[in-house]
């Protein structure tokens, strides 16, 4: 259990930046579901992202990262990734203790503030075959884009080791 302050966008930034990875973001009004982003979609190329937070039984924490149209099973979901039953979501709580964000800004850019690699992140296999794809930056009013190897170089260099799966049907 940490008790560190979670990043800020410019840290966010300046880690990337630090990475030598290229990113763009765009500030829009701050949106709280996929159907709210939508209108967002002309303005920003690539691969949006939805992302949950979930848990098995033995409380492990799982953030499933997919492209924004797509369906998770979330009843069978968990035999893909290895958990130890089936899912149900995170506490908000856990959300900030683990991952540093509010409901409605989860974002795999989350694991800069996972310093105990709490989280398993799960790509979804389809979501990583877009050359480009998009992340809130820690918080719901702005979109990052990055290309896919590069949020895998980024999620590598926060101490995780991602999956990618095939996780959506």
Known sequence: MTSNTPKTRDQ???FLDNLGILHTTKTHAPVFTVA???ALRDEIAGAHTKNLFVKDRKDR???LVVEETATVDLKTVHQV??????????????LMEFLGVVPGSVTAFGAINDVDKAVTIV???ELMTHEIINCHPL???????????DLMHFLEATGHHPL?????S
Not at 81 to 94: C, D
Not at 139 to 149: L, P, V
């Open 36 to 38: 709210e982003a939508v």
């Open 123 to 125: 790509l979804d296999s």
């Open 139 to 149: 918080s719901n009013d702005a979109t990052t884009s990055i290309r896919s190897q």
């Open 12 to 14: 966010l930034f300046a």
């Open 61 to 63: 924490y799982f953030l």
């Open 81 to 94: 990734v290895g958990a130890a039953s089936k899912f149900s979501f995170g506490k908000p709580e856990q």
């Open 164 to 168: 990618v799966l095939k996780v959506t």
